[in-house]
Nanobody, 118 residues
Framework: QVQLVESGGRLVQAGGSLRLSCAASGSTFSTYVMGWFRQAPGKEREFVAA????????SYADFVKGRFTISRDNAKNTVYLQMNNLKPEDTAVYYC???????????WGQGTQVTVSS
């Protein structure tokens, strides 16, 4: 399994931007589909975005389309989530995850807290 460590979460005002990073180790990063998920207090974890192994394909939840961008650098074993025009409802713990088979995420990071103030 791959080990994942997220970073970049912090308190930001509504309308602001953040870039989350997720560093991978322990396995061949480029063999994994990578995803970002989030979990707000009292809510279930939800899908945010995903990116294919070669970065040729991305997918997004409807609520982040046009605001968030997922990218990856296979040379640096890192996946990113650029978040723009943040809203208070984006407040959550953000997790990155890795999947050898699309949709089958079996490696997870510990999460990074994003708090958006109004």
């Amino acid at each position: 399994q791959v080990q994942l460590v997220e970073s970049g979460g912090r308190l930001v005002q509504a309308g602001g931007s953040l870039r989350l990073s997720c560093a991978a180790s322990g396995s061949t990063f480029s063999t994994y589909v990578m995803g970002w998920f989030r979990q707000a207090p009292g809510k279930e974890r939800e899908f945010v975005a995903a990116i294919s192994r070669s970065a040729s394909s991305t997918s997004y939840a409807d609520f982040v389309k046009g605001r968030f961008t997922i990218s990856r650098d296979n040379a640096k074993n890192t996946v990113y989530l650029q978040m723009n025009n943040l809203k208070p409802e984006d407040t959550a713990v953000y997790y990155c995850a890795a999947a050898l088979l699309p949709g089958n995420y079996d490696s997870w990071g510990q999460g990074t807290q994003v708090t958006v103030s109004s």
